[in-house]
């Protein structure tokens, strides 16, 4: 980097002075006014004469003619001792025999320090050190040294303060003999963001080489400033060496290139702060070279990769700030290596990637805030792993909702979570699925495999069908089977009324094998379960059910007799077991509350196979994505007594 001599009013005025290469003294002042400039050892000399008590220069001191010019002849700079103030910027510079600052006294400069020139030529050809500046304390501005090809050593600078004005900041470039630049107030420069505190420090020596080797110096681990961008592979390998203890990116990661091959030179890396951008590279199959992330602040986005093939290198990926998006890959067979997400800020957007089969790897993740996207997916048969998403966190920012289209594979969508989101109304959860198969082929499609019609069980019974026998059935559980109607004189149509007991197991069957069993609560208005010649009920409570027998699910009936059965066995829980705990609400819509705390928590439906067990629920249990119906809740409390209800999802 060049110093640019107009970028700063003072600039001005420093190249009248240059073009008129002498100094004006006037001799009665204790000072001359405005820049001063020193271009021969004479003026040098001859300033100590003219001005024996000038302590202050209200401009800028310029030791060495402007770098376009020839090199100044001094050598001796004693004779400006009593300086101790520079106003302005101080210049040491184009000097060809000056071979050290001793004698100089300047405490405080109100400009900048520039020491060097802009090429190997108009330069400090023979300065080793920088002794003569140890008084030195106070820089207003820059320090910017350059093209000293003999310069050694600059530890007088270590006592100076400096603040950046302008893009410069430290500047140490082209000196190829200085080997340490790792003062105690750079490396102070150095910890600080490079964005507002600039550096550029290259074309050195040993420690002194780069801004790398100088904060490794001073015991600092050094990133890279703000975005990073790897357009080529020998960017990706150099950035392990240029950052060789760097964990966190303090922006964002662009990764496009159509020769990059891997990401081994991003090892280290753990977070980064903004978002992942993959697009546009040709040879790249996976992310090996990423293990180590963990976080990423904003989304993971993979987008128009012809050669990616998998996610191997995200493993250790826990976190996404907002979206995932994978989209335009058309080699992308699987996504497992994100099985370690737990959470997304944003949406999921899974979009036009041919090869992909299935969203194995997502499994995991249990929250999300934004929409779920999955168009064009051509091989796509299984999205079943975002059946963990909890429903309310699917959120329409966007406005796709649940977006389902064009995935000509993709015959089952009635995932739990999403059949919950499907039950609010469209105009606060947009949905669009269509261009699928089967079940998924549309929105009716899926809205109706959420709530399938299930066989072998009238479901449309009513009070008005007749009781038969009047009176009330109590079984004895002795576990053989038990004849209501011991005349085998029972018709279909009918009911029986059974009286149950919390805890049993009961089965009740039909004489007739092709009869379709239905048992409802007691005035025949909740079904409880249902099945094709019997069907078996847990009682979550002391009460009477309706044991109904049909031709068929359509609650067909004839006068054909047969006999209604029941079986059970006296197992029913202790009373010494069974807790006073209560539960609310019930119904239940989304977070079903104990009075106590429980231990373990089984969700069964009708037929008797569990949909969600919890075993350290506390006093609360999140039943958002539960389907709606009826379910059969065992619960267990820290002393070891259980308890079996019903409960209704909402």
Known sequence: ??????????????????????????????????????TTQAQVDQFAIDYPNCTSISGALQIGPHISLEPSNITDLSPLAGITNVSGNLYIQNNGTLQNVDGLNIQTVGGWLYVGGDNSTNTNLQLTNLNGLSSLTSIAEDIYISYNPVLTDISALQNTTFTPLDDYGLTIINNPALAVCNLPNFCTYLANPAGAYPREISGNSAECANVVAVAAACGITLCSPGNVTLTTQAQVNQFAIDYPNCTQIDGNLIINGAAIINLNGLSNIANVTGYVSVYGTTQLQNFTGLENLTTIGISLDVDGNPGLINTIGLTGLTNVGSEIQFANNPQLQNISSLSNVTTTGGGIWIVNNPQLQSFNGLQNILQIGGDVEIRNNALLNDITALENIDPTSITPSDGYGITITNNPNLSVCNLPNFCAFLANPVGTHPRNISGNLAACVNEQAVTEACSPTPSGGCLTVTSTVPQFPTSTFSPQCTGSLESITPSNNAETGEYSKVALTAGVAYTFSSSVNTDYVTISNADGTVIYTYGTASATWTATANEVVRFYIHLDDECNSSTAFRTRRVQCSNLSIPESTVSTLSFYPNPVKNVLNFSEEVTDVKITDVSGRAVKQFSTPGKSVDLSNLSKGVYIMSATTEEGKIVLKKIMKE
């Open 1 to 38: 980097m060049t110093k640019n001599y107009f970028k700063k009013p003072k600039a001005v005025l420093h190249l009248f002075t240059l073009a008129l290469l002498s100094i004006v003294f006037n001799a009665n002042a204790q000072c001359p006014s405005g820049t001063v400039t020193f």
